[in-house]
């Protein structure tokens, strides 16, 4: 069982940084990583994903050149530094664990097996 725990939300103003924090308990050294964000009235959506094992990342287009995905394998946790925010980030940020090995599909909501509790991320213009 792996148990997913985010930190780091919180409100601040456009233009500004914030860095999340999702800490793993359990064994996902071949895992996917991954963050989703769900926005009130909207779908969760796919905003980044990483390999535990190697160095690949893939980003939604709205997190392209802002956002960027990394992982300690030491604290067993990764990150999402999110930089030049905008109040359109506004959203509960999630991080998601997949056991599969299908990295074309990262991007896709249903192939993850364990969810965090979720944490606030808001953007004030």
């Known amino acids: 069982q792996v148990q997913l725990v985010e930190s780091g939300g919180g409100l601040v103003q456009a233009g500004d940084s914030l860095r999340l924090s999702c800490a793993a308990s359990g064994r996902i050294s071949s895992y996917i990583m991954a963050w989703f964000r769900q926005a009130p009235g909207k779908e969760r959506e796919f905003v980044a994903a990483i390999r535990w094992l190697g160095r690949s990342t893939t980003y939604a287009n709205s997190a392209k050149g802002r956002f960027t995905i990394s992982r300690d394998n030491a604290k067993n946790t990764i990150y999402l530094q999110m930089n030049s925010l905008k109040p359109e980030d506004t959203a509960v940020y999630y991080c998601?664990?997949?056991?599969?090995?299908?990295?074309?599909?990262?991007?896709?909501?249903?192939?993850?097996?364990?969810w965090g509790q979720g944490t606030q991320v808001a953007i004030s213009s």
């Open positions: 998601a664990g997949s056991a599969g090995a299908d990295w074309a599909r990262a991007p896709e909501r249903g192939r993850y097996d364990y």
